[in-house]
């Protein structure tokens, strides 16, 4: 057991991995069984973590199948696009960089690559061809992984995460177009294409017009629920000779909204300041370190909002429940109708607040308590003490 019980900020280990047991069999499903799939949640629920853990179980259980996992994140072009690619399947296969040559050579011979070493020839490896080059033989690439699953008889899956940011290339629906026409004619190969930005996504995968339209499964990750959590904290508490009870533990899964990340950032900051048993004050104030340390980030992006997104943002927080009603839009000034529907929209793409039909909510619930207490001042904050507010805060708040 590590010193400290909880990890946030990074993909996770197995060890630190909670439920999602039914996902991870429905996706190892899916791997077994040659089914492409489309994984969508907002940051930071745990899709990657998720990917990781049944793309290990699955190799762990079939022997003959490979996982390719890219992330197109930071990718902005269609060139970047086939170098992670290729990059990423031959690595796949490889497990030393002299087999990452050999397969370069065998399988990239229509492409006259060049294969850069990191400098000790042990941590990387990478392959890369010119532009025009791969222009005149895209389907090298694009079959790469077909080529390579079919002549060493093993079947591969492709996990490409961040998919929308290929909506963000020159002529997206044209590219979109050629993978598909690649991708569909593959038997050996099953894609996993997942990211979080849900408009984008559902977009490009249930568009009858666009060429991803019905690629494949589409699953939408749920956050881990309240009695998960609540066994998951107090374990953790109980292994490492602190103890936590099951409402406080409860409490800590609340005031993080069940998010993943901020659930283990709140659990771990609640377990340092408890010497030996929690009780509420250490998880109130380790809520507001978590608000303060955050406040300035905060703090900079209210500020580019216009005073129609602020008053949406306010009507939301004071609970109004019709926004387009007549005394909301006098009381908030959000002006007509019409306004609110734009706005709405503006909020939700930048990822603010989620519309899921049902209800509107905060995807980042402390950047929520945040508004809704030093903000707005809608709520009193638990800490008594007001100087423990940043000035950053104190500026905004005054506002
Ligand atoms: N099943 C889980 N059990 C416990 N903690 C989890 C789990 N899944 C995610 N987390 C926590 O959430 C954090 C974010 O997870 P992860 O990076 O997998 O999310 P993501 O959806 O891929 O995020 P991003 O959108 O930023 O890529 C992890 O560092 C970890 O603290
Ligand atoms: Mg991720």
């Not at 080059?133 to 591969?156: C, G, H, T, Y």
């Not at 490409?160 to 050996?188: A, G, M, V, Y």
């Not at 009858?208 to 609540?230: D, Q, R």
Request: proline share 3%; net charge positive.
């Amino acid at each position: 057991m590590k010193t400290v019980p909880f990890t946030y900020g990074r993909v996770t280990e197995r060890d630190d991995f909670t439920n999602r047991a039914a996902e991870i069999a429905l996706l190892k499903r899916n791997f077994a069984a040659g089914v492409n799939t489309i994984l969508i949640s907002p940051r930071r629920w745990g899709k990657s973590s998720l990917l990781k853990i049944a793309a290990e179980e699955t190799v762990l259980e079939n022997p003959d199948i490979r996982i390719c996992h890219i992330d197109i994140f930071n990718m902005r072009s269609e060139h970047e696009f086939y170098l992670g690619l290729a990059n990423g399947i031959l690595n796949a296969i490889s497990s030393k960089w002299e087999e990452f040559v050999q397969h370069t050579k065998l399988f990239l011979s229509g492409l006259i690559p060049n294969v850069t070493f990191s400098p000790d020839k042990q941590t990387g490896v990478s392959f890369g061809v010119g532009w025009e080059e791969i222009q005149r033989n895209p389907d090298e690439i694009l079959d790469l992984a077909e080529k390579i699953a079919s002549r060493k008889k093993i079947k591969m899956i492709v996990c490409i995460d961040e998919f929308q940011s290929l909506t963000s290339f020159k002529e997206p629906l044209l590219f979109q177009k050629k993978l598909r026409s690649h991708w569909q004619n593959h038997s050996r190969v099953t894609y996993c294409l997942y990211g979080s930005k849900r408009h984008m996504l559902l977009d490009v995968f249930s568009n009858p017009s666009m060429p991803f339209y019905k690629f494949g499964e589409l699953i939408y990750l749920k956050k881990i629920n309240t009695e998960e959590w609540v066994s998951f904290i107090q374990k953790r508490f109980s292994d490492t000779g602190k103890q936590i009870n099951e409402s406080d533990a409860g409490l800590i899964a609340l005031l993080a909204d069940n998010h993943s990340y901020y659930v283990q950032q709140l659990a771990q900051q609640t377990w340092f300041r408890t010497k030996r048993v929690c009780n509420k004050t250490c998880i109130v104030s380790a809520r507001e370190e978590i608000t303060d340390q955050l406040s300035l980030l905060f703090a900079t992006i209210t500020e580019r909002f216009s005073a129609k997104q602020l008053g949406l943002l306010h009507a939301i927080l004071s609970g109004e429940e019709q926004l387009t009603s007549q005394s909301t839009l006098h009381k908030y000034r959000l002006g007509t109708s019409a306004n609110v529907v734009r706005v709405k929209r503006g909020l939700i793409e930048s990822e603010i607040i989620d519309d899921t039909g049902q209800e509107l909510s905060f995807l980042d619930p402390i950047y929520k308590y945040w508004l809704e207490t030093y903000f707005f001042k809608l709520k009193a904050n638990n800490q008594t003490a007001e100087s423990n507010i940043n000035p950053a805060k104190k500026l905004i708040a005054d506002r």
